[in-house]
């Protein structure tokens, strides 16, 4: 007979911290080289294996051209929540550490509040994110 023993990660192992920035713009009718809307954001995660985890973000999404002035800079706020695949560690295995460059595919859902958009009344909305992340590890700490 042989023993095994499994080393589980603690509570408190395996989080990250990531900053989101972004852009959008309106692609018909407009000068889109002008008019790039700018978004920043925060994400918390846990990885429960090296493959799978799990995510919230709070993002800001700023300016609102081409459309005329809402008298705000901040023109919607979302919050999103959903899971994560370690597609380098699912396609080439585990290697005890983090690699230097992974891709990570993410999907989830989430709200989003938009403060007079187009001119139009403050409006609540659910909505989706689905992207790819690359991420970069820059050290084991």
Not at 62 to 71: H, K, M
Request: net charge positive; glycine share 12%.
């Amino acid at each position: 007979m042989s023993a095994q023993t499994v080393n589980e990660s603690k509570f408190f192992d395996n989080w990250y911290v990531g900053i989101n920035a972004s852009a959008s713009v309106k692609t018909t009718g407009t000068a889109w080289m002008k008019n790039f809307n700018p978004g920043a954001g925060v994400r918390v995660g846990k990885w429960l294996t090296p493959t799978f985890g799990l995510a919230a973000e709070g993002d800001l999404f700023l300016r609102n051209r081409p459309y005329p002035v809402s008298g705000t800079l901040i023109r919607a706020a979302a919050i999103n929540f959903f899971g994560t695949v370690n597609a380098t560690n699912l396609f080439c295995g585990y290697k005890g550490e983090p690699r230097l460059f992974e891709v990570v595919p993410v999907a989830g859902i989430g709200v989003q509040h938009s403060f007079n958009a187009h001119g139009e009344k403050n409006v609540n909305a659910f909505r989706t994110k689905l992207g790819v992340d690359f991420t970069f590890n820059l050290g084991s700490e």
